[in-house]
């Protein structure tokens, strides 16, 4: 059911209390004026959270790059957590997983059409992503609480296993920000739900998120490809009926694997976990311990890992032949429910060629306001999805 996987530590809800108010008071800031929030020309899609943990940023991420590149020039900017670099990076072909971070080198590497940079500095990172003129559109990775940035589309995901609804303020919960923070979004997804989810339970959650009119409820469920070998040149592909009869080591370096574990155990014969904190990357040391507990499993076997904690094994160290042929990548996509998705692709698609730095429309706009400069300054205006 929703807001299964929640837990709350009452007894640090004072601590809470007082996270609450630091936040508050900044968010404060930035709702009067005080703190600025900067204003661009170019489409810019935000998507993120107010959660600490997965919501499903990324498959979502890339589901909006995947519906946008063949029409418009795409950005995608992240912070590339963990990467062993500072400042701006514009990543190439050859650009390594660690200088980037593992995320922004998935995307590179599955949309290589694309442009991918990372700077924790966002308007930094839009400043010289923008240099670029034929760049349609920008999209921010994990940007909802990055304020010094105004985005025209607000994406707020929501996991439906831990409903920010049902969710406390850390430490005692997993909420960055008050619930009233959502009202910044646009568009507010309910992530990972079952797909037998019910006409009652949609109902239940719409009424319960209680979004103003100018907000648009979307719910996405996670679907997974046909596994493909992490090593291909060991071995062949594995579609996902055929491990009924395997045994599983489930390797996740990821913020919340329960889910993909809770969805693979009807498709196999058993699973073993070996769960390891967000981002982290794999050492030698590590490795041993998968080896050891593979190598007592029974057979037939196979592990099973993410895209994202795939791009970090090559730089773990040498992977003996045995582990090799075993190590299958599961590819996790996103699914409209309620047969929504054409709706949410007409509603991002129209706004970014509305918008467009490069369509008729924007031409004619900024000839407008070049016309009128001495009148009202040449200050950068927001395009926002709640005016178009």
């Not at 107010?50 to 498959?59: A, D, E, F, N, R």
């Not at 160290?317 to 996103?334: M, Q, S, T, W």
Request: positive net charge.
């Amino acid at each position: 059911m929703e807001g299964d996987f929640i837990k709350i530590n009452e007894w640090l809800l004072p601590l809470s209390w007082l996270y609450g108010l630091g936040v508050r008071f900044r968010n404060f800031l930035f709702d009067v004026g005080i703190l600025k929030s900067q204003d661009y020309k170019v489409p810019i899609i935000s998507v993120g959270n107010i959660t600490v943990g997965g919501t499903g940023k990324t498959p979502h991420v890339e589901y909006l790059a995947k519906l946008l590149k063949d029409q418009f020039k795409v950005a995608v900017l992240s912070r590339g957590y963990k990467r062993k670099s500072h400042g701006y990076v514009l990543a190439d072909k050859d650009t390594p997983m660690r200088q980037i971070g593992d995320e922004p080198y998935q995307m590179r590497q599955k949309f290589p059409g694309i442009t991918v940079a990372v700077d924790k500095n966002r308007r930094r990172g839009i400043a010289r992503l923008t240099e670029d003129d034929t760049i349609d559109v920008i999209l921010l990775d994990d940007a909802f609480q990055h304020r010094y940035v105004k985005p025209g589309i607000n994406i707020l995901l929501v996991d439906y296993h831990r409903l920010i609804i049902y969710d406390k303020l850390l430490p005692a919960g997993r909420l960055r920000e008050p619930l009233p923070g959502k009202n910044r979004a646009d568009i507010v997804i309910v992530t990972k739900c079952p797909k037998e989810l019910k006409p009652m339970e949609y109902r239940v959650i719409t009424r319960a998120m209680n979004l103003y009119a100018y907000q648009t409820l979307y719910f996405s469920t996670l679907e997974y490809g046909e596994l493909r070998p992490v090593f291909p040149q060991v071995r062949s592909s594995l579609t996902l009926s055929q491990l009924s009869s395997h045994n599983v080591l489930l390797l996740t370096g990821i913020a919340s694997p329960r889910q993909l574990s809770e969805d693979l155990k009807p498709l196999v014969k058993s699973i073993t976990p070996m769960a390891f904190a967000d981002h982290h990357h794999f050492t030698p040391k590590d490795l041993l311990r998968l080896s050891a507990t593979f190598e007592a499993m029974p057979s037939p076997k196979v592990i099973i890992t993410t895209e994202k904690d795939a791009t970090r094994l090559n730089d773990a160290g040498e992977l003996g032949d045995e582990l090799r042929k075993a190590f299958y990548v599961i590819p996790v996509n996103i699914k409209f429910m309620l047969e929504q998705e054409d709706l949410f692709n007409q509603n991002i698609i129209g706004y970014v060629r509305k918008n467009s730095r490069n369509s008729i429309l924007a031409k004619a706009k900024d000839v407008h306001q070049s016309k009128d400069s001495h009148h009202s300054g040449d200050r950068p205006r927001t395009i926002s999805f709640r005016n178009n």
